[in-house]
């Protein structure tokens, strides 16, 4: 049996329910998290919890407890559901009121929800790299808040879906801003473009370790704009996200990035990224690179 936190509780996964007036349920009007669990330890927890207070507090929202408690929380659920490697979902809603679109007036508990997903790493595409195809950025201009309402990104994902490939890399008038799902990075003579975390993209955590990861070994990244064209001239790209962490890109509307094969620094990058894991969370099973 497994189980799932709803408002401080541990109950039963199949009696989470929520509420048909619940404001992310009618709404969307609520923020969420997706963290990594290897070896039964979340990966940069902290880091989640910062960015989930911030979104929360970027609508209006209060979270209901404190971040330690929300840690205890999580890894009590952890545990529970015997997770060794997976995903922690998580999410909080402006809470249960009548339909309006305007916010509650009187004090609504915002609701908070919490369950686990058995998810593997994706070794042997993190090995071969994925293919991509580039879409218009047609969402809000608050990207950097991690909110429910993901229509845009669900429509740029169901059209890579439907192109056979794992990521829609989207565009604001040709300056790429970053996947349905990740962020985006491209190297070009040996140098690493991002682009910056600002309103027009989610601020990734697996991006900012990247980031940091790199600065410690004093590899230079660049965090400002590029364009579809860069991204088409490029030596290697890849992709980065929690579930996803350094991907490599391989294809883009089906022309070749490089070579079409995982270049060196984007496996430079990989084994880097699985160092930290395992600084965080212990020894890996397995290695992208053997
Ligand atoms: N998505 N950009 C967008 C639009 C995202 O949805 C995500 C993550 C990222 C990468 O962020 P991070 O490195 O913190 O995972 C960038 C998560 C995994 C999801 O919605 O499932």
């Known amino acids: 049996m497994k189980f799932a936190i709803l408002n401080g509780e541990m109950i039963k996964r199949s009696d989470a329910k929520v509420d048909v007036e619940d404001r992310g349920y009618q709404f969307g009007d609520g923020v969420y998290e997706v963290i990594r669990v290897y070896n039964g330890k979340m990966f940069t927890i902290n880091e989640h919890l910062e960015r989930f207070v911030k979104s929360a507090e970027s609508i209006c929202i209060t979270l209901p407890y404190t ?107 040709q300056e790429v801003t970053e996947g349905s799902s990740s962020n985006i990075f491209i190297i070009k003579d040996g140098s690493i473009t991002t682009h910056p975390s600002n309103h027009l993209i989610l601020k990734g955590i697996t991006k900012d370790v990247i980031l940091q990861v790199c600065e410690s070994n004093k590899i230079v990244v660049e965090e400002q704009t590029f364009t579809l064209e860069d991204l088409a001239s490029a030596d290697e790209a890849f992709l980065s996200s929690t579930t996803a962490e350094v991907m490599p890109i391989i294809e883009v509307d089906g022309k070749r990035v490089g070579d079409g094969l995982p270049g060196p620094v984007t496996k430079r990058l990989q084994e880097l990224f699985e160092q930290e894991i395992e600084r965080q969370c212990g020894a890996l099973k397995d290695k992208i690179l053997k």
């Open 67 to 173: 971040k330690k408690k929300i840690t205890t929380l999580l890894e009590e659920l952890i545990l529970k559901n015997n997770l060794q490697e997976g995903i922690v979902y998580m999410q909080v809603t402006r809470g249960v009121a009548p339909r309006n679109h305007s916010f509650p007036t009187d004090n609504v508990l915002p609701s908070l929800v919490a369950y686990t997903k058995e998810v593997t790493r994706p070794l042997a595409s993190l090995k071969t790299g994925v293919k991509t195809m580039v879409t218009e950025d047609i969402r809000w201009l608050r990207c950097d808040i991690k909110s429910l309402n993901l229509l845009g990104n669900l429509l740029a994902k169901q059209k890579a879906a439907e192109s056979g490939c794992f990521e829609a890399i989207q565009h604001r008038s």
